[in-house]
């Protein structure tokens, strides 16, 4: 979104390529392959942590402050003159969908598991201006530990300044027309890599995706009666492998195209799937992806390995960055950072933290 009514939505202050509104890291890059960089590899991955809402004022100010219009109008450039979008009511279809069947994109009609765990993550930028993503509840000690992309979180910048993170964090599972079936939770607390902690003026945020650490943590309030949100939604399994190439994967999101271009599909109003068999970007080769036509606001949505469509439970392997605009490959793929060691290293940060 831009800091002015009609200014385009990637003229915010963020580095190259990452669009606005929760958006996918996109850029125009025409390198044969992109590499870390020498500054980003060289760097110690530690974990950089931020505060979210620790009191119960800012927790019910944050409950308030998403509203159903608030919700489906969230990742508008121009909120001011854009149509409330129409709820999709595709019917649910209560028959499982066959083991690795292919699905470049389509309304996630099964129910299951991950139809309570998965949820769209809504978030105010520094200007003021609203975006969502796509977060995963997982199993943690705490029972309250959310992983997402790290640039639904932050930019690349110092991390003791407020602007480079985003506010007003509140993961609603289960979203669905701007409803919230299950409840919405605020933030507790949030950390990335601090890869992410580069100068802006050197490192993009490109730069950090490309090199494996786009990924992010989040760990969740109570819920208004005491609960933690694994005891609401149920948790998914996550794992910090190395990803062989090929394997058959389930890749779950709420894209909002459509909010800002007539010519898009979906406006985050349900929960999309895609499943296929994923390889590594041609232009990234650390980032994993396959056939999918998801693309603003998918962005954090797991990919799962060993997904059973018949109980929507699955191990977490990796979460939305890009599409082939910046990895390569065929026009409409769909691309994951691959959790890694440094991903562990924020899941048992996160699952640690006192709720």
């Known amino acids: 979104m831009p800091k002015k009514p009609g200014t385009p939505a990637t003229g915010r202050a963020l580095p190259r390529g990452l669009a606005a509104a929760g958006a996918l890291l996109l850029s125009a890059t025409t390198a044969a392959v992109l590499l870390p960089s020498a500054a980003v590899a060289a760097e110690r991955d530690t974990v950089t942590t931020h505060s979210g809402a620790t009191t119960a004022q800012e927790r019910d100010r944050i409950d308030a402050y998403w509203t159903p219009v608030r919700m489906k109008l969230a990742g508008a450039m121009v909120p001011e003159i854009t149509p409330v979008p129409e709820d999709d009511d595709t019917p649910d279809d209560p028959r499982p969908l066959p083991a690795d069947t292919p699905d470049p994109g389509s309304v996630w009609t099964h129910g299951g598991a991950v139809d309570r765990s998965v949820g769209r993550l809504f978030f105010t930028f520094s200007d003021?201006?609203?975006?969502?993503?796509?977060?995963?509840?997982?199993?943690?000690?705490?029972?309250?530990?959310?992983?997402?992309?790290?640039?639904?979180?932050?930019?690349?910048?110092?991390?003791?300044?407020d602007g480079t993170w985003n506010h007003n964090l509140y993961f609603v599972p289960g979203y669905r027309n701007g409803t919230k079936p299950l409840g919405g939770f605020t933030i507790r607390s949030m950390a990335t890599s601090s890869r992410w902690d580069a100068d802006p003026g050197g490192t993009g945020s490109d730069d950090v995706a490309v090199a494996g650490f786009d990924t992010g943590v989040l760990v969740a309030n109570r819920s208004a009666d005491g609960r933690r949100v694994a005891d609401v939604t149920g948790s998914q399994r996550i794992a910090f492998a190395p990803p062989a190439e090929g394997g058959f994967t389930h890749a779950f999101g709420y894209p909002k195209d459509r909010l800002n271009d007539p010519r898009g599909r979906y406006t985050g109003s349900r929960m999309i799937h895609c499943a296929g068999p994923a390889r590594p970007g041609p232009k990234a080769p650390l980032l994993w992806g396959g056939p999918c036509d998801m693309s603003h606001g998918a962005s954090g949505?797991?990919?799962?390995?060993?997904?059973?469509?018949?109980?929507?439970?699955?191990?977490?392997?990796?979460?939305?960055?890009?599409?082939?605009?910046?990895?390569?490959?065929?026009?409409?793929?769909?691309?994951?950072?691959?959790?890694?060691?440094?991903?562990?290293?924020?899941h048992d940060w996160a699952q640690t933290r006192a709720v």
């Open 128 to 161: 003021g201006y609203d975006g969502s993503c796509t977060a995963t509840v997982v199993t943690g000690a705490n029972r309250s530990t959310l992983v997402t992309a790290a640039h639904c979180l932050r930019g690349v910048g110092a991390p003791a300044t």
């Open 301 to 346: 949505g797991p990919h799962f390995a060993r997904f059973d469509p018949v109980t929507g439970t699955g191990t977490v392997v990796g979460v939305t960055t890009t599409t082939d605009e910046l990895a390569g490959g065929p026009a409409g793929t769909l691309y994951a950072t691959r959790l890694g060691d440094s991903a562990h290293r924020l």
